[in-house]
């Protein structure tokens, strides 16, 4: 059964640095999200594409954070600098069309972040 | 603005009993809603997904219930066992985009 990949499942970093976290989506699907899960919470949208292109980064801190899909495939999510309340899981999805909101979104694995 | 709320935020029931999770979200313009499993530390599995204009939807024991007009939906397990210890997340799919509740932690105990 097709999946979302994600890596690297875990990364710890010092406040300041730079991180990158890496999602290939099913293949065919033309619709991915990031979404980032504090401990206790249920996730939130950071940023979602049609293809290449953003349909919404609102709950994006654009100050420190970029998304990009460049050829509407695999997303590259990164922050810069990173702070100490960004620790928390971030995950990947994919669903197959153009957004109808009648389809399931299928989840990666995450990738739990840790910034001391 | 939407917003999502789940309770009890755990549960701790014996095996074999039947059990109800609740969600309950405050704008009833909705596309769909969803409910969600989550291990400890991955990711998120779909296990039913209901559209507005139904009423439930039903896999192997679970069944979700949605009634729009109040705002409610019910996720019931049937005969439970201690594989189905997870968190529970419900989700609701707006105009714009899904917004989850904070989840119910279940631990079914031997």
């Known amino acids: 059964e097709a999946e979302v990949a994600q890596s690297p499942r875990y990364k710890i970093t010092e406040k300041s640095q730079a991180v990158a976290f890496w999602c290939d989506p099913i293949?065919?699907?033309?619709?991915l999200y990031w979404y980032r899960q504090i401990l206790g919470q249920g996730p939130e949208l950071l940023v979602q594409?049609?293809?290449?292109?953003?349909?919404?980064d609102s709950q994006l801190p654009k100050d420190r954070f970029s998304a990009e899909r460049l050829k509407g495939v695999d997303s590259t999510l990164k922050i810069q600098p990173a702070e100490l309340g960004d620790s928390a899981m971030y995950l990947c999805?994919?669903?197959?069309?153009?957004?109808?909101?009648?389809?399931?979104?299928?989840f990666g694995p995450g990738t739990r972040l840790l910034v001391l | 603005k939407q917003e999502v709320t789940q309770i009890p935020a755990a549960l701790s029931v014996p095996e074999g009993e039947n059990l109800v999770l609740n969600c309950s979200f405050t704008?009833?313009?909705?596309?769909?809603l969803q409910w969600f499993r989550q291990d400890p530390g991955k990711g998120l599995t779909s296990l039913l997904l209901?559209?507005?204009?139904?009423r439930e939807q039903t896999s192997g024991r679970l069944n979700a219930s949605l009634d729009k007009s109040s705002g409610r939906s019910t996720l019931y397990i049937a005969a439970s066992q201690p594989g189905d210890s997870a968190t529970y997340l419900c989700?609701?799919?707006?105009?714009?985009?899904?917004?989850f509740g904070q989840g119910t932690r279940l631990t079914i105990n031997p």
């Open positions: 999805a994919s669903s197959l069309a153009a957004w109808t909101g009648l389809e399931t979104q299928y």
């Open positions: 293949s065919g699907h033309a619709t």
């Open positions: 594409f049609q293809d290449e292109s953003v349909v919404d």
């Open positions: 704008d009833s313009a909705i596309y769909n």
């Open positions: 209901i559209q507005s204009s139904q």
């Open positions: 989700a609701v799919q707006g105009a714009q985009k899904l917004v």
